[in-house]
């Protein structure tokens, strides 16, 4: 696709129920990042991949947050356990290899938990 | 300190005026620092990049880096109502190649 895709673009879950977010990222990028944004606040880094590299997982806030991505292909975050405090947008963006800073973002996921 | 500071405002400019939006960061960051513009609803893009010390200018925008005082700066002159959206300033870890954003800035310009 000409852009990063996420889905769903808008998520209501009930607190304790597990969610899976989705990001399909440019073709030919190989980073790609998830950060999560709360209300009025900055991105918060959650975690990174690059190629076939062991990811950066140093931004998920708890073992309830995990996330996969098969080689430079989609990746999804996973949260288990919602908790009124995950609700937020979730934001992935990918990037060409050299150009690391230069990050391309989806539209996000609106994620909100009653 | 977080990696990397801002106000977060709201900062408000008259039209055709300078708008100054200033970014402040720890030892934790290296020297690659990055300007992101977010419109309400909508996604960040980067606009400006600065790696080195001293100015950077790219039309109405002017991205400013100041290492012995660890601020980075971004100025718009000429501003306009199209300008209003949130900034946010971006750098690498040191020995990382993430992205840690500063809260934003969000600005508005009155007509």
């Known amino acids: 696709g000409a852009g990063v895709s996420q889905s769903p673009s808008n998520k209501v879950t009930e607190k304790g129920k597990d969610v899976e977010l989705r990001c399909d990222p440019i073709?030919?990028?190989?980073?790609l990042y998830w950060y999560r944004q709360r209300l009025g606040q900055g991105l918060e880094f959650l975690i990174y991949f690059q190629g076939n590299s062991a990811p950066d997982k140093s931004g998920l806030p708890s073992d309830r947050f995990s996330a996969e991505r098969t080689g430079e292909s989609v990746s999804t975050l996973t949260i288990q356990r919602t908790q009124q405090e995950d609700s937020a947008v979730y934001l992935c963006?990918?990037?060409?290899?050299?150009?690391?800073?230069?990050?391309?973002f989806g539209s996000g996921t609106q994620l909100s938990v009653l | 300190q977080k990696e990397v500071e801002q106000n977060s405002g709201p900062l408000s400019v008259p039209e055709g005026a300078i708008a100054s939006l200033n970014c402040t960061y720890s030892?934790?960051?290296?020297?690659?620092f990055f300007w992101y513009r977010q419109y309400s609803g909508k996604s960040p893009e980067l606009i400006m990049s600065?790696?080195?010390?001293g100015d950077k200018e790219d039309g109405r925008f002017t991205a400013q880096l100041n290492k012995a005082s660890q601020y980075v700066s971004l100025l718009i002159r000429d501003s306009q109502p199209s300008d209003s959206a949130t900034y946010l300033c971006a750098a690498k870890l040191q020995g990382a190649q993430k992205l840690v954003f500063g809260q934003g800035t969000r600005l508005t310009i009155n007509p």
């Open positions: 600065i790696y080195s010390n």
């Open positions: 963006a990918s990037s060409v290899p050299d150009r690391h800073e230069k990050l391309f």
């Open positions: 030892d934790r960051v290296s020297q690659s």
């Open positions: 073709s030919g990028h190989t980073a």
